[in-house]
Structures are given as structure tokens and as C-alpha cells.
């Protein structure tokens, strides 16, 4: 990789894609660790937004996988069910379709629809490597256009869309800032329009409606309605990215509904099993009913354009995790689930208690002094946005690490989650902000609990110290 042809196209990628906050904090990580730990300070983890251990549980994911597979070569053939699981498995191990096993679909799209109040067609479901993989899908169709194209984003939004869809040299990003509800309606219409006016072809508004990461909210209904006129009236896709979907802490008949469920014809759903099943298996769905116009006149379906950018590009996803999957939409009995809902329920408790204990921490720490501090309140997710007020506290690179290495507090900084064009509206956006995690820590049960209550406690002091207060006694 170092001959003449190859260095510029090197140079350019560096000056375009700078390393991620995240991964240079993940980077970073064993130096600040020895640091805390040669200081004698325990380490408090409200960084990363990983699964607990507690919840997802490999052993009982293979175990059920398993058992799945040897019910499936028994129903096969009663008779001798170890050569039809031998058949089984070479099927699993030889080449696929590129949409995968049907019976995968089908059980997926039941319980899917089912869960979020919709009709989900199993033949319009496109397996993908977890939403990472919906993402690279979505880009690189809409890169075949070859001109400048731009993405509606949030601001603050996921990095990882950002990185992926900047590989693309022609990709820009045109942010619409956020309140507690969503992206502000009559800023995203002008964004439109502004990107539109500077000769981009505009496809779509990348977003995560529910536990937005990194933005700590979950969208309203009424936000979700507003901004759905505007994208139908502006011809726009919505790209809905749903990790958390599942992870929700709103009564049932209070979840909102996702874009994909209120118009799947101007949605490319992506669906991840990563949190509510394992990240490891990779497993995903893109789901979307969209048209597209092309050639003159004629339509042609967005799902069947995406099916040939798969094929040409992984050729095929893993059958043997995707038939693994469906295992986990089947019950103890391996009969088919109808909802994943109780599912949600268990890993939700945990989830739901750290969120509990990170908050009520907050509020009886810091809640004495609203104008200095704030913090979102997540419907859904693993993530709070925690906001220093007043502007006397900057949270850049060095303040996070100073937390870890004075505080023994891992927290990630806001400001790299924000798009160039808004980092050009307000040179301080995100430097008064910080990502609070509530999803993992090391330990289960009560160590969890003792945990994510000394990490809220070390938090809040540091906050409170680093403010000019008072610490905590
Ligand atoms: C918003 C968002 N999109 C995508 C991902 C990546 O998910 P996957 O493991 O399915 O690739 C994450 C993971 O944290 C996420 O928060």
C-alpha cells in the first residue's frame, strides 16, 4: 500500500475520516486504565453502550441454537434425524440465497410486524451484517448515482453512519439540531432545501427515533408525524436505524410507533439483533416497501435495487447464523413465538434499573442545581446526554480524560458526534455534553446494582468538583 498510486487516495482518506472519538477513547483506554489504577481509583464504566453479560448470554443462545437444529432435522425425518441434521448442516455450510432461508423471514417478519403494529412482507427482507451492514447497503446503493449526494442527519448522530457514508468523497452532511422531541421541523426543511440548492442529490435522512445514540431521547409520535410529512412532501427516504426499538422503557400503549410501522413506503428499516439478541451472530434486516424512480417513468422497487448492490457485494449472508436466529424467535419449546416483547422484558429489567439508578443518582447529586447541569431523560436505549450549563466546563478531549484519570470515571465526549456543518454553526457544539452509558459494567445482580451506583455517585462528584462546587462527602 505504499507505492505512488496508492498514497494519494491514502492522504484522502485520513484528511476526510479523522479517527472517532469513541474508537480513540477505546484506544486510549489501557493507558488511562493503568493510570486510575496506579492512582488506587476503581474504574466506573458509563462509556461504552455494550450489552450486559448479565442478559445476553452466549451459552443460552448456542444451547437454544442447538436444540433448534436438531428439532428441525427430526421434523425433517422422524426416522433418522442424525442424517437429516447432517443435511442441515451442509446446507448451513454451502452456498445461499442472498436473502437467505425463507423460514428465517417468515418468522422474523410475524413476530416483527406483530410486535410494532404493521403488515411485514417476508419477501422484502434483506439480511444484513447488523445494522453496520443496512448502513453500507444504503450508501453504496445511493453512491451508483455518482454525482454529490447529501444525507439529512441529526445533530449530534451516529458516527458510525457518518464513517461509512464518507467513504463516499462526494457525500456531504447537512445537520438538523435537535429538542428533547427530535429534529426541529422547520430547520430540517431548510436543510433540505439548502442541500438541494448546492446541487446535491438528496436521498435520504439518516436517523435513530428510538434511543437515539447518542442523542438520549427517543422521538415523540407527534415529531415522528411532522417529520414524515416533510420527507413525503420533499420525496426523501427515511434510513431508520433500530437498535433499540426493543430496549424501551415507555408503558406499552405509550412506545411510539416507528417510521417503518406509520410509512414503510418512505422507510428503509434497520433492523439489529446485536442488543436484543448477541452483536457476535451479526445478524440484521433492511426492510423497506420504498419505490424508486428510474429510467424515465419506470419504478422499480428500492428493495429490489438493494438486493442486487447485496449480491454483488457479500454475495450472501451466513445461513447458519441466520437459521440461528430464528431459533431465538422460537419459545422453550421451540414453538414460534409471537412477540419478542417478552424477550425485551428480561434484559429490560436490568437495562431499566441501571437507567433508574444513573438518573435518581443524577437527580439527587446534581438535581440541587439545574442551572449548571441537565440531562435527557431516555425513552429507549442504553444512553443519557449529560449537559454542563453556563459554559464554565469544557468537555473536550482532555476533560474526559482527566475524569478517567482523576475520577477513575469513562464517559464519552459529545462534540465528535457532531457533523462538520454544525460543528461551522457553533464551533462549541457538544463541548459542554458528555454520553453517559447505563448499559454495562463488569458484574450481575447486586455487585451491578453497587456498580452503576458508586459509577453515578464518582460521576456527580466529579461533575460537581469540576464545576467549582462542593464535592460529594
Ligand atoms: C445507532 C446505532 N447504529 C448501529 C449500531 C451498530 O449495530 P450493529 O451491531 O448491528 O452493527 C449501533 C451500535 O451501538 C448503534 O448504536
Known sequence: MNDRRTRPIQAEILRTRPMS?????????????AMAEQRGLTLHHLGAGYPHPEVSSPERYIAQKEAYFSHLARVRDPESPDRARRELMRELYNYGDTLGPRSTREAFARVYGHDFGFSMDPDRLIPTMGATGGIALVCSLFERYGGPLAYIVDAPTYTGFVSRASLYQKAR????????????????????????EDGNFVPLYYTVPD??????ISFSQARRLEILDIVREEGLLIAE?????????????ARPRPFVALDPGHTIHLFTASKIGLPGPRVGFLYTEAGAVVAGDEKVSIKDLLVIESAGDLLFHNPESLLGFEAYLMDDR???????????????AVYGENRRILLEGLQTWLGDYPDRFSWT???????????????QVRTDAAFVEKLVATYGVVTIPMFGFYPEDAKERDPLAGLDQLRLSFSYNERTGDGR????????RAFAHAARIESGLPGID
Open 21 to 33: 472519538v469513541t474508537r480513540k477513547m477505546a484506544a486510549d483506554f489501557p493507558r488511562l486504565r
Open 173 to 196: 452532511f447537512y445537520s438538523v439540531p435537535m429538542d428533547e422531541e427530535g429534529p426541529i421541523p422547520g430547520l430540517f426543511r431548510a436543510q433540505v432545501k439548502k442541500a438541494r
Open 211 to 216: 434511543g437515539h445514540n447518542p442523542g438520549g
Open 241 to 253: 436505524d433500530a437498535p433499540y426499538t426493543y430496549i424501551s422503557y415507555e408503558d406499552e400503549g
Open 334 to 348: 421451540l414453538e414460534p413465538r409471537e412477540s419478542l416483547w417478552p424477550v425485551a422484558a428480561t434484559k429490560n
Open 377 to 391: 431523560c431516555p425513552g429507549a436505549g442504553f444512553f443519557t446526554v449529560f449537559t454542563f450549563k453556563g459554559g
Open 449 to 456: 446494582r453497587q456498580d452503576m451506583l458508586d459509577a453515578v
